[in-house]
């Protein structure tokens, strides 16, 4: 008999630690859909808050970018997750 694991559900910090990684480089919706493995709705509302509230990302010639205050952010919650883990 096959097992199958369980998936681990993600917070709502590791996605956002998740995309904003993604996006220091820059990268389009599509692929942080896929990297970040989320769908389409859940990605425009991390989008959402990110870019419009927070001002962590910021969209340029149709990619998403991480802001400088997005990468401090990132910093703050990869050292966080250090401490947790």
Request: aromatic share 12%; glycine share 12%.
């Given at each position: 008999?096959?097992?199958?694991?369980v998936a681990k559900m993600r917070s709502r910090v590791e996605?956002?630690?998740e995309i904003l990684d993604i996006?220091?480089?820059?990268?389009?919706?599509?692929h942080l859909v896929y990297k970040a493995n989320l769908n389409f709705n859940i990605v425009k509302?991390?989008?959402?808050?990110?870019?419009?509230e927070k001002g962590y990302m910021e969209?340029?010639?149709?990619?998403?970018?991480?802001?400088?205050?997005g990468q401090m952010a990132l910093k703050h919650l990869a050292g966080a997750s250090k401490l947790v883990s």
């Open positions: 008999m096959a097992s199958h694991g996605i956002i630690t996006g220091v480089p820059g990268a389009k919706k599509t509302k991390y989008l959402s808050f990110l870019v419009d969209k340029r010639d149709g990619k998403y970018y991480t802001t400088e205050k």
